[in-house]
């Protein structure tokens, strides 16, 4: 994918290509890596840290909303990568989002799972998966081991989301939109991660 870190770095990969004999994984499309995205990747890479196992975040480019029309990205996908290597992931899968993506069966995404032999699979509660989003945390349930992780919330008690993110900036108001996010005042990677890999994207 024409992206070389040094040795503390995640390695990255296109959907389809990964095998791991085991795996902590989580998934989504991470627009903005925002607080409650940023929560999502602490407990993967503790969970994946407590049981000796590679951590793997699976995103998609373009955000599924952004490819459907539905908005605009809320950062370009070099500096997604960035925020998400922060946090020091072994893996990274990278998904083409399409719209013939779209169309893949929830059980083609299950199958694709699989290949990871996740020990335990971490998404966000509002998680959906596969054609028409016909999968949900339930199904993903009936297949691996699934944490789900509560919505971050912020001081008046609003769910912290990207959709939220845009509202407020299309508003004008962007240094609320930039407490959400969180990246002046982002708490410190897990321990054993802190190390800072050199993140070179080129055309992933």
């Known amino acids: 994918m024409g992206k070389h870190f040094d ?8 959907d389809g290509e990964l095998d791991l004999g085991a795996s902590v994984v989580t998934i989504g499309a991470l627009d903005g890596v925002h607080r409650g995205h940023q929560e999502l ?4 890479i503790a969970a994946a840290q407590q049981r000796g ?3 793997v975040v699976y995103t998609f480019d373009p955000p599924p909303k952004v490819c ?3 908005a605009e990205p809320l950062i370009p996908l070099a500096e997604k990568l960035e925020r998400i290597a922060t946090f020091g992931p072994d893996h990274v899968i990278v998904a ?5 993506y779209a169309r893949r069966s929830a059980a083609d995404f299950i199958d694709e799972l699989t290949r ?5 699979v971490i998404v966000g509660e509002d998680f959906r998966f596969g054609s028409c989003k016909g999968g949900t945390t339930q199904l993903l349930r009936q297949h691996f081991n699934t944490r789900i992780v509560q919505p971050v919330r912020c001081g008046n008690g609003e769910i912290v989301s990207s959709s ?3 509202a407020l900036r299309r508003s004008g108001l962007l240094a609320a939109a930039a407490a959400l996010e969180n990246w002046n005042a982002l708490t410190a990677p897990p321990a054993g991660r802190s190390r800072q890999p050199q993140l070179q994207v080129a055309n992933p």
Do not use: V
């Open 41 to 44: 990747l602490r407990q993967t």
């Open 116 to 120: 990871l032999h996740p020990h335990e």
């Open 7 to 14: 040795s503390s770095a995640a390695a990255y990969h296109r």
């Open 68 to 70: 459907f029309g539905h």
């Open 53 to 55: 196992l590679p951590a």
């Open 164 to 166: 939220r993110i845009r």
């Open 96 to 100: 083409n989002f399409s719209r013939a």
